[in-house]
């Protein structure tokens, strides 16, 4: 059966409700799982959900806004998130910007016209001591050089990886399992 995109993000939220409930608890759970499946949290998206949870819509728009892992703007299949933490500046930091903006085609805040990359600079990763950083669709790279970011990119456009995360190096059964790589 064919449904319009309105008619999806309904029947999601729907779905989203009946797993995590109707309390205002559950609301960045169901914002997570909405900007996951349709990529970002659409207006419309915001209005079901502040209706299925009764509160008020502009309640729901402060908390996409607010929260950096959220958008209202589509992004793209690859969200890939430079860390700008001002540690960062003394590990080339500005050098791995420059390089991702040049093999995309792309600036910060930007998605590419073929909707496969967004680039963002974000807040701190949390990892100051290992930078630069990058995180591509939640996964992090830590300690990326610029001569290195051609390698990431070219494991995203050939899609290799399951689950829509490229990487360089996966974790081995004998890692922590930290989900961190170095490029």
Do not use: W
Request: charged share 25%.
């Amino acid at each position: 059966m064919f449904f319009t995109e309105r008619q999806q993000i309904e029947r999601d939220v729907e779905m989203l409700v009946a797993v995590y409930g109707r309390e205002r608890s559950a609301l960045i759970s169901i914002l997570q799982d909405i900007q996951r499946k349709h990529r970002h949290v659409s207006e419309y998206a915001m209005q079901v959900i502040a209706h299925m949870l009764d509160i008020h819509p502009v309640e729901v728009y402060s908390v996409v806004s607010f929260y950096q892992f959220l958008s209202d703007t589509p992004a793209g299949r690859y969200v890939i998130s430079l860390s700008d933490c001002i540690a960062h500046s003394k590990a080339q930091k500005d050098a791995v910007a420059r390089q991702l903006e040049t093999e995309l085609g792309i600036r910060f805040g930007e998605t590419s016209a073929d909707g496969r990359f967004s680039l963002k600079r974000v807040g701190c990763i949390g990892m100051c001591d290992q930078g630069p950083v990058i995180r591509v669709n939640g996964r992090i790279y830590s300690e990326v050089s610029a001569d290195r970011v051609g390698a990431l990119i070219s494991d995203c456009v050939a899609d290799t990886l399951p689950g829509g995360a490229c990487d360089i190096r996966e974790s081995g059964p004998g890692d922590a399992g930290s989900g961190e790589s170095s490029l």
